[in-house]
């Protein structure tokens, strides 16, 4: 059975810089084919993609994000790890830890979501 | 502003059947398989078609996805109160080194 949960500070200032920490269990992160992802939600608005890591240490991330985001992984401690800078209010939402099958066939899916875990920014 | 165009809300009644409709381009629906998720109020999305028509173990064949061009559609059938929530597409997108891309979702109101 697969589980992620996600782990971090409830509340960051502006400026500041946000890490959060993916914690799971259920897969390895050594597997082909396997990866873990970062996604958001502001309250009341759209999933948004933050970035994505694979088995092999491959990455993407969101363009518009891409200067600020940082997704590692330590695979022998079943951890993902994400780190935005420069923190904003309009960065507040619920950040999901997510796991990640690619087939390399065309199909490929985030399958199983962590519960989340709601970021302020606030001064 | 999302990639992915969704209506943001639709409404049917019990037993009825709706079709939601998410709409994209040449780099990303156009060129991949898309993904539907259900996020009932409060909770964390789940996976309810992959690979544009695919549905994993345990969801009801009420749900069913297709995919054509660049756009693509969940149909819900014998739609139930249950079935009240947020429905989201995603994809893969082939610009700037790839990324994903979701759509801005649909509210789903069964009357």
């Known amino acids: 059975q697969i589980t992620l949960k996600e782990s971090g500070p409830t509340l960051v200032e502006p400026t500041q810089t946000l890490t959060l920490t993916c914690t799971f269990s259920g897969f390895s992160l050594t597997t082909a084919g396997v990866g873990a992802g970062w996604i958001r939600q502001p309250p009341g608005k759209a999933l948004e993609f933050l970035g994505l890591?694979?088995?092999?240490?491959?990455?993407r991330h969101s363009p518009s994000l891409r200067d600020r985001v940082t997704i590692t992984k330590v695979s022998s401690k079943n951890l993902v790890f994400l780190t935005m800078t420069n923190m904003d209010p309009v960065d507040t939402a619920t950040y999901y830890c997510v796991h990640y099958l690619d087939f390399r066939t065309g199909k490929r899916y985030f399958d199983l979501w962590g519960r989340g875990t709601l970021v302020t920014v606030s001064s | 502003q999302s990639v992915l165009t969704q209506p943001p809300s639709t409404s049917g009644a019990p037993g009825q059947r709706v079709t939601i409709s998410c709409s994209g381009g040449s780099p990303n629906i156009g060129s991949n398989s898309v993904n539907w998720y259900q996020q009932l109020p409060g909770k964390a999305p789940t996976l309810l078609i992959y690979n544009s028509y695919q549905r994993p173990s345990g969801v009801p064949d009420r749900f069913s996805g297709s995919k054509s061009g660049t756009s693509a559609s969940l149909t819900i059938s014998g739609l139930r109160s249950e079935d009240e929530a947020a429905y989201y597409c995603?994809?893969?997108?082939?610009?700037?080194?790839?990324?994903?891309?979701f759509g801005g979702g649909t509210k789903l109101t069964v009357l």
């Open positions: 995603a994809t893969w997108d082939d610009r700037m080194n790839e990324f994903w891309v």
């Open positions: 890591i694979y088995w092999n240490d491959d990455r």
